[in-house]
């Protein structure tokens, strides 16, 4: 497809569960992020993928959060043990160009909605 | 390190009024700043940016910012509002090689 592809689009687990969110970037965009948009907190940052270098980790808010990009291009952000507060909804974007957020425009996925019980 | 601070979570206004939403960045390099929209039940899209050149920008729908240094402030205006400009907005802060961070978002209600 033409855009920021994520799976599942909704995901109800059990507290103690891991789980796995994918994104499908755009063909030939360099940079991946990952944002958690909980009621009120806007959108919290997680992760940055910029090419070839090292993720930028500074927002997972725990070990139990952990990302990773195969390949230059799909990624999935891994959440073990996962607890209520986990639930939000998990957004990808990815944009084009060498220079991070400078580039300009961030292209969504619709988000993974993740509700732990 | 880079934050935005949006005043306000909320901001009420009536159809045909001035839109003034608030953004106040921190940045301890040059500042890009952008401004994305998420309208219901849709995904976030960008409404404007500013990058250094003109210090007004222009987006979508109507919209524009103006980049004050000296107050630190990028400030979204749209001189008056429509129905559809019902959204959530987020101003978002980088450097010239560093991630994206959002603010916290303003939902703007628009008001018959």
Known sequence: GAGVSQSPSNKVTEKGKDVELRCDPISGHTALYWYRQSLGQGLEFLIYFQGNSAPDKSGLPSDRFSAERTGGSVSTLTIQRTQQEDSAVYLCASSLGLTGGASGELFFGEGSRLTVL | ?112
């Open chain 2, 1 to 112: 390190a880079q934050s935005v601070t949006q005043l306000g979570s909320h901001v009420s206004v009536s159809e045909g009024a001035l839109v003034l939403l608030r953004c106040n960045y921190s940045s301890s390099v040059p500042p890009y700043l952008f401004w994305y929209v998420q309208y219901p039940n849709q995904g976030l899209q960008l409404l404007l940016k500013y990058t250094s050149a003109a210090t007004l920008v222009k987006g979508i729908n109507g919209f524009e910012a103006e980049f004050k240094k000296s107050e630190t402030s990028f400030h979204l205006t749209k001189p008056s509002a429509h129905m559809s400009d019902a959204a959530e907005y987020f101003c978002a802060v980088s450097g010239v090689a560093d991630k994206l961070i959002f603010g916290t978002g303003t939902r703007l209600q628009v008001f018959p």
